[in-house]
């Protein structure tokens, strides 16, 4: 496992799969950046959901050849934690994941999600987009 200086949300994650607006910026921190199991779970379902074969999700994800963080106990206190700061902005228990597993690791959370920036939640975040 590598010094992680970034962890990818899910939709960043998402952005550079599918080739939209920001994936050269989230292509451009592969190399320094992890995800946490929720979020790869997250992007996994949003890929099924349109119609990508699981064959072809765990082959695509195999070849960025991700570090993926597990959610373990301090993650989840520290998720549930962000839920109050963080529910005016309709952020997702995956989305406090990212923030959580961030805020670790003292790196930046890199997401598409520019609602993160008006929160007050202590996390470096940088958007792809």
Not at 2 to 21: H, I, K, Q, T, W
Not at 43 to 70: M, N, Y
Request: hydrophobic share 45%.
């Amino acid at each position: 496992m590598s010094d992680a200086r970034f962890v990818l949300d899910a939709s960043a994650l998402l952005a550079a799969m599918l080739g939209e607006r920001g994936a050269q910026t989230v292509e451009a921190h592969f190399a320094d950046a992890c995800i946490s199991a929720v979020n790869l779970s997250e992007v996994v379902a949003k890929l099924s959901e349109r119609g990508v074969p699981t064959d072809s999700i765990r082959e695509s994800l195999s070849d960025l050849d991700l570090d993926v963080r597990d959610f373990d106990t301090a993650q989840a206190l520290r998720a549930g934690e962000l839920r109050n700061v963080t529910k005016v902005k309709g952020l997702s228990l995956g989305d406090r994941a990212c923030l959580a597993l961030a805020g670790e690791l003292k790196a930046i959370a890199l997401t598409t999600d520019a609602a993160w920036n008006e929160i007050d939640h202590g996390i470096s975040v940088e958007l792809a987009r």
